[in-house]
């Protein structure tokens, strides 16, 4: 079974530093990887998506990376503003259903 | 972008009532709806897949006598929580796989989520 880590749990930075989310995964055989977004007791909002054929995907100041044969993805966040303030997840999806990670908790501090 | 609703957004029941939560793809047609759910502070779990006109699949752990699903159209998926308790108390999140003619579309869209509080 998929298993999705991401590392770290939480991070603190203050503005404007630039920052990156580190997620892997066990089961290299993936459709595609998804970053998303998640305001406290909100639902989802989707950041970014990479299809397995892909190496990276941009969006603002957003980039996301994908190394499929070591298991890992990146989110590259640039010039961080404390309205980045929020929980980060990544999903990758073999074929169907999306498999979360546990998610890293972000802080910027103005 | 396809737009994922759900109905009610926050509900409270007293322990032992049944609970409906509605999915609707408002502007496509979704053949496959996926059901999750967030407990405090833990990630998303897969609860079940939902096909329009067939029975769903449960993940293993996930009692499908007490977790309803049942999708009857291309946009419209619901989960009843029966005879809920307070463990019930979660965060429901569904998900519609998009269906385009002519290929096969991985991309999903979720919904806004639910919030369960069972007392």
């Known amino acids: 079974k998929q298993e999705v880590t991401q590392i770290p749990a939480a991070l603190s930075v203050p503005e404007g530093e630039n920052l990156v989310l580190n997620c892997s995964f066990t089961?290299?055989?993936?459709?595609?990887l998804q970053w998303f977004r998640q305001d406290p007791g909100k639902g989802l909002t989707s950041l970014l998506l990479?299809?397995?054929?892909?190496r990276e995907q941009t969006s603002g100041r957003l980039n996301a990376s994908l190394d499929k044969s070591s298991g890992r993805s990146t989110l590259y966040i640039a010039a961080s503003q404390p309205g980045d303030s929020a929980t980060y997840l990544c999903?990758?999806?073999?074929?169907?259903?999306?498999?979360f990670g546990t998610g890293t908790s972000l802080t910027v501090i103005p | 972008g396809a737009v994922v609703s759900q109905h009610p957004s926050r509900v409270i029941c007293k322990s032992g009532t049944s609970v409906k939560i509605e999915c609707r793809s408002l502007?496509?047609?979704?053949?496959?709806m996926f059901w999750y759910r967030q407990f405090p502070k833990q990630s998303l779990m897969l609860m079940a897949t939902?096909?329009?006109?067939?029975?769903?699949?449960?993940e293993q752990g996930v009692e499908k006598d007490k977790f309803l699903i049942n999708h009857a159209s291309l946009t419209l998926s619901t989960l009843t929580v029966t005879s809920a308790h307070p463990e019930d108390s979660s965060f429901y999140i569904c998900?519609?796989?998009?269906?385009?003619?002519?290929?096969?579309?991985?991309?999903?869209?979720f919904g806004p989520g639910t919030r369960l509080l069972v007392l």
């Open positions: 998900s519609a796989r998009i269906r385009r003619a002519g290929e096969y579309q991985e991309t999903q869209y």
């Open positions: 089961d290299s055989a993936i459709y595609n």
């Open positions: 990479i299809q397995s054929s892909q």
């Open positions: 999903a990758v999806a073999p074929l169907g259903q999306f498999y």
């Open positions: 502007d496509f047609q979704a053949t496959t």
């Open positions: 939902s096909n329009e006109g067939s029975k769903a699949t449960y």
